[in-house]
């Protein structure tokens, strides 16, 4: 006989939390494994920095289209199914990866991009609501930064891995493809489909054998219904509007920096300064377990990205305590002004100093998505599962603001297109003061 559903030390909350927190790690290290594979798109495809962006279009755009849809589903299958589901569409997705290579077709890359985050989406609707409950109410917030914290440990990790698998090796373009006899163009493209193939069919392998796990575990009988909501009403509630496009804003700057912090440390020449400074080099030769003759420039620069995204998970610890004991509003205010000031400070300077000013902005855009979620959604009451549906669509920010930042950089360079991510970062510093009055 099992024990009482509502005791939080049950073991099968245990059991549950534990598996629910390997799918925050996996998205999390899948959306950022994403980013590795832009700089070799571009090349390989012999894209635009527009047209690389388009990438992230695909992918985040799920979000926009599937989240509410996803909630109307998961309502009438349970949760549990939701998340195997989840995981079947997200495993197709990686699958999609193999042709996509073997043909050399970008289109086949967007429609897998898009059916990987079909599925995240789904799994994120599940996923978050369900660790929330798996306890007590007081202990809600402890558990979903603790998941949380996990997907930003998968953020971390996935730059050095995608340097590592993805971007070690040259990538030719297609003059010099063209230029190759048709035996040695058929063993390079064989190779090149290779690097791209194996990463990905090796994850959706790991998401088949998690999903037969939450097939036959036994998880808590919790939230078999979501609620639904007044959307008509949402739309009424300024701040909860305000606050959505607060959510826009700041995916779409994380995800533009993210996205091309490797062609702009690559447009600076960092790879030289790499080369021939001593502890720069030890860093990235550790992470690629390599001397860095032996690797493309894109995996020298492409391991100080993890950097970047390490910050997020470092800051997240940090910002957890600093909201208990300021006003998170104050807190966010703060974080956002300092990411202006070190996007400044990159973009009027060359060198190592550029890049580490850079890479510090993710430092501070660790507390700014759940600070900004929990002010949007105040005093909304039974309204708050629909304004958090609403407000998860806005991740489409991902889908948009980086193919802009990508066309602003092929007219006019990333130093003005940074413009764009400095106007986003004033406007949650904005919000955040208007909050805090």
Same mark, same amino acid.
């Given at each position: ?31 950022? %494994? ?31 289209? %599937?989240?509410?849809?996803?909630? $109307?589903? %998961? ?92 971007? +070690? ?10 230029? $190759? ?77 993210? +996205? ?25 030769? +550790? ?6 003759? $032996? ?92 304004? +958090?549906?609403? %407000? ?14 990508? $066309? ?30």
């Amino acid at each position: 006989m099992s024990a009482h559903p509502t005791n939080p030390t049950n073991t099968s909350y245990k059991t549950a939390f534990y598996f629910l927190t390997s799918l925050f790690f996996l998205w999390g290290f899948i959306t950022v %494994l994403v980013d590795s594979l832009i700089p070799r798109l571009r090349e390989l495809f012999t894209l635009s920095y527009f047209q690389a962006g388009m990438v992230q279009f695909a992918f985040f755009m799920a979000y926009f289209l %599937l989240s509410i849809p996803a909630g $109307l589903i %998961l309502s009438k299958i349970g949760y549990k199914k939701g998340i195997v589901m989840g995981l079947a569409i997200m495993g197709i997705g990686c699958l999609l990866f193999y042709p996509a290579a073997e043909y050399r077709e970008f289109v086949i890359f967007f429609i897998a991009y898009f059916v990987l985050a079909a599925g995240m989406t789904v799994l994120q609707v599940a996923a978050n609501p369900y660790v929330a409950v798996l306890g007590s109410e007081e202990g809600a917030s402890s558990r979903l930064n603790l998941s949380q914290a996990f997907n930003s440990l998968g953020t971390a990790i996935a730059p050095a891995v995608g340097a590592a698998l993805i971007l +070690s090796d040259s990538v030719k373009s297609t003059a010099e493809i063209e230029a $190759l006899d048709s035996v040695a163009k058929e063993a390079y493209l064989e190779a090149e489909a290779s690097a791209v193939q194996s990463p990905f069919v090796a994850i959706a392998a790991f998401i088949a054998l998690l999903a037969l796990v939450f097939v036959f575990v036994k998880l808590p009988k919790l939230l078999e219904k979501v609620p639904s909501g007044n959307y008509g009403q949402l739309f009424q509630n300024k701040n909860l509007v305000l606050g959505a496009f607060g959510i826009f804003v700041y995916v779409g700057a994380e995800v533009a920096i993210g +996205s091309y912090l490797t062609n702009y440390f690559i447009d600076m020449k960092l790879y030289t300064q790499i080369r021939e400074t001593g502890w720069l080099r030890s860093i990235s030769e +550790s992470f690629l377990q390599t001397k860095l003759e $032996l690797v493309d420039v894109k995996a020298i620069v492409g391991t100080f990205v993890t950097f970047y995204w390490s910050g997020a998970m470092l800051g997240r610890f940090v910002g957890a305590y600093l909201t208990k004991v300021f006003k998170p509003a104050k807190v966010l205010m703060t974080f956002a002004l300092v990411a202006v000031v070190m996007i400044l400070l990159s973009i009027s300077n060359t060198g190592v100093f550029a890049m580490w000013t850079i890479l510090a902005v993710g430092l501070f855009n660790s507390i700014m998505f759940p600070t900004i979620f929990t002010l949007s959604i105040r005093g909304l009451d039974d309204l708050k599962p629909a304004a +958090s549906g609403l %407000l998860c669509t806005m991740i489409v920010g991902g889908a948009i603001i980086p193919p802009l930042f990508g $066309l602003g950089t092929d007219y006019f360079g990333f130093q003005t297109a940074f413009i764009l991510v400095l106007v986003c970062y004033g406007y949650i510093a904005w919000y955040a003061k208007r909050q805090a009055v």
